[in-house]
């Protein structure tokens, strides 16, 4: 199992940036794709973004394409998502979660986070 812990959520007007961690410990060697999804109220969990070790370019949400980058850091087992552009309805509880799969699918992967919230002001 792997544990994951979110960290750089918080409240900023649209067009800020921020930058989302995710510590991740455990039995990382198994992972092979980490990702980033969210969740506004009401409203189901949706993709974000997703790395894989072996697929060398990431995927994207498409409302996401060009304002946010998902990297990872395997030195320090942390994932990070850096966003741009913020708008108001980025506004949602960010999760990362840890997977064998490199896929869309949120029901696909083992291990999430506890989340962190992302509130953009208009």
């Known amino acids: 199992q792997v544990q994951l812990v979110e960290s750089g959520g918080g409240l900023v007007q649209a067009g800020d940036s921020l930058r989302l961690s995710c510590a991740a410990s455990?039995?990382?060697?198994?992972?092979?794709?980490m990702g980033w999804f969210r969740q506004a109220p009401g409203k189901e969990r949706e993709f974000v973004a997703a790395?894989?070790?072996?697929?060398?370019?990431?995927i994207y949400e498409d409302s996401v394409k060009g304002r946010f980058t998902i990297s990872r850091d395997n030195t320090k087992n942390t994932l990070y998502l850096q966003m741009n552009s913020l708008k108001p309805e980025d506004t949602a509880v960010y999760y990362c979660?840890?997977?064998?799969?490199?896929?869309?699918?949120?029901?696909?992967?083992?291990?999430w986070g506890q989340g962190t919230q992302v509130t953009v002001s208009s």
């Open positions: 979660a840890s997977g064998r799969l490199f896929v869309r699918n949120k029901d696909l992967y083992d291990d």
């Open positions: 455990g039995r990382i060697l198994r992972t092979s794709t």
């Open positions: 790395i894989s070790w072996t697929v060398t370019t990431p």
